[in-house]
């Protein structure tokens, strides 16, 4: 019977973002198949990691939301499978690792790539609160909140809480040299969220809407065809959030091996 309760807890959880319109259904189904494979590999560890990832990020997405664009992004509040496998399934795949051959150092890499995760998303949904636009780090311009690439004060102190927070879970793993980890698992989960910047400013695609001149993700915007201007086109925002995570475990496993 305990066993079964950390899946419990998965299967509350998916329901509860499913109710509240933060994931689509298919996106319900993807977040169940992540938290079950992160619970089987981790068990309450890994529930719990991926709860506070989920529900601070949840929280933080409703926040002044009046005060964000949806407009710039490919998608709108509501995620998706294809999110949800960018956002959790570097982290999923860690804790099936771990499952099968138990080393420490995927727990840190585990734990590193949703703070990355946590970093990509408060920087997102807290950056757009602030009063300047932010800077573009290819153009040095000021460009529209929500723009791929571009940086805020507000948003880079957001990135690096975010990192914080999830990498403070490592105290509740039964691992030596708890305090480096803590900080590798803090420094790579912010490196993941700056490459991510680095890539939406150099790769990811960019169109623009011809009828009311907003440079956007979306292939159709005012009921018109989107033009392409910069950018990769199939280097949509999934994939950047796939490196973003990716980087933030490669970055831990890489540090935790030379260091620790």
Same mark, same amino acid.
């Given at each position: ?8 807890? +998965? ?10 319109? &933060? *994931? ?11 938290? $079950?494979?992160?619970?089987?590999? *981790? ?24 005060? &964000?664009? !949806? !407009? ?33 150092? *995927? ?17 997102? !949904? ?16 000021? +460009?529209? &909140? ?10 880079? =102190? ?10 403070? *879970? ?16 803090? +420094? ?10 680095? $890539? ?11 009828? =009311? ?26 994939? +950047? ?9 490669? $970055? ?9």
């Amino acid at each position: 019977m305990l066993i079964a309760l950390p899946y419990v807890g +998965v299967f509350l959880i998916a329901s509860f973002a499913w109710y509240s319109k &933060k *994931l689509t259904l298919f996106g319900t189904f993807a977040a169940m198949f992540v938290g $079950i494979s992160i619970t089987w590999g *981790l068990g309450w560890i890994g529930l719990l990691t991926l709860g506070l990832f989920f529900f601070s990020s949840s929280f933080l997405s409703s926040f002044n939301h009046h005060l &964000k664009k !949806e !407009e710039i992004n490919e998608k709108g509040s509501q995620r998706d499978a294809m999110q949800v496998f960018a956002n959790g399934g570097v982290a999923a795949v860690m804790a099936i690792l771990y499952g099968i051959v138990e080393n420490p150092l *995927l727990i840190v890499a585990f734990i590193a790539s949703l703070a990355a995760a946590n970093a990509d998303t408060w920087a997102s !949904e807290l950056g757009p609160l602030s009063k300047r636009k932010p800077l573009h780090i290819a153009t040095f311009k000021r +460009v529209d &909140k929500g723009t791929s690439g571009a940086i805020s004060l507000l948003g880079t =102190c957001a990135a690096l809480a975010g990192s914080f927070v999830i990498a403070s *879970l490592i105290g509740f793993v039964e691992i030596s040299n708890q305090f480096i980890f803590f900080f590798i698992i803090s +420094v790579a989960g912010f490196l993941g969220n700056v490459i991510d910047t680095v $890539i939406g400013a150099y790769g990811q695609v960019l169109y623009e809407c011809k009828r =009311c001149m907003l440079k956007t993700e979306k292939r159709i915007h005012c009921g018109k065809r989107t033009e392409h201007i910069r950018g990769f086109k199939w280097l949509n925002n999934d994939i +950047v959030n796939v490196s973003c995570t990716a980087s933030g475990a490669i $970055i831990a496993l890489l540090f935790g091996w030379l260091f620790v």
